[in-house]
């Protein structure tokens, strides 16, 4: 039922690219991103809504495939500030609340 | 901004206290949670509610209980403090409904002795 987060860890130098990918073994009603950087709180990516609506804040950018039930997040050209652990949380129709993955750390270096 | 704010950063109890664990949010949110956070384990939901009184079980709810007696409050409750409470805990809040952008405060580190 938890949501399957690959990789579990990424080291990048700046300006490289990652991909995190997000898998659920049910069907998706939207799917939530967020970033905690270390020893503070999660703060919100992302939003995706099956029918193809996003919602978001910065400028990283998501798919999310319904019939695969997967998302990914890109993140292009990192920088520094990018480092942290990203957590996708599902919404399999239930409503209020999220199924959340195990997180997947980022580590940006110069 | 919106603020989620938690009432301690650190607290240490002894075993068999009763510890609440306070959260407030000052954006009118419908919607609050509390989560635990263990390393490898992710955030795991302890209990959420989405209107005064009303409180619903997450996935580990054994052990805590909460109150919402105020829109803006969302207390966590651990009746009898144990050591494998030994934990970070993070309270949330959004508007509702589902699909909204959820505001986290910044943690209580709790360490039961």
């Known amino acids: 039922q938890q949501p399957v987060q690959s990789p579990q860890a990424v080291i990048l130098r700046e300006g490289e690219d990652a991909v995190i990918n997000c898998s659920s073994s049910k069907a998706l009603y939207s799917v939530h991103w967020y970033r905690q950087k270390h020893g503070e709180a999660p703060v919100f990516l992302m939003i995706?809504?099956?029918g193809g609506e996003q919602k978001g804040h910065e400028k990283i950018s998501a798919s999310f495939n319904e019939k695969k039930q997967q998302s990914s997040l890109y993140l292009t050209a990192s920088q520094l500030s990018y480092s942290g652990t990203y957590f996708c949380g599902l919404n399999a129709g239930n409503n209020r609340k999220l199924i959340w993955g195990l997180g997947t750390s980022l580590a940006v270096n110069p | 901004d919106v603020k989620v704010t938690q009432s301690s950063r650190y607290l240490v109890k002894r075993t068999g206290e009763k510890v609440f664990l306070e959260c407030v949010q000052d954006?009118?949110?419908?919607?609050m949670f509390w989560y635990r956070q263990d390393p490898g384990l992710g955030l795991r939901l302890i209990y959420f509610?989405?209107?005064?009184?009303?409180?619903e079980k997450g996935d580990i709810p054994e052990g805590y209980s909460v109150s919402r007696e105020k829109k803006e409050r969302f207390s966590l409750i651990l009746e009898s403090a144990s050591t494998n409470q030994t934990s970070m805990y993070l309270c949330?809040?959004?508007?509702?409904?589902?699909?909204?952008?959820?505001?986290f405060g910044q943690g209580t580190r709790l360490t039961v002795v």
């Open positions: 949330a809040s959004s508007p509702g409904p589902m699909n909204t952008e959820a505001f």
């Open positions: 954006m009118d949110h419908e919607n």
């Open positions: 509610s989405y209107d005064v009184k009303m409180k």
């Open positions: 995706l809504l099956k």
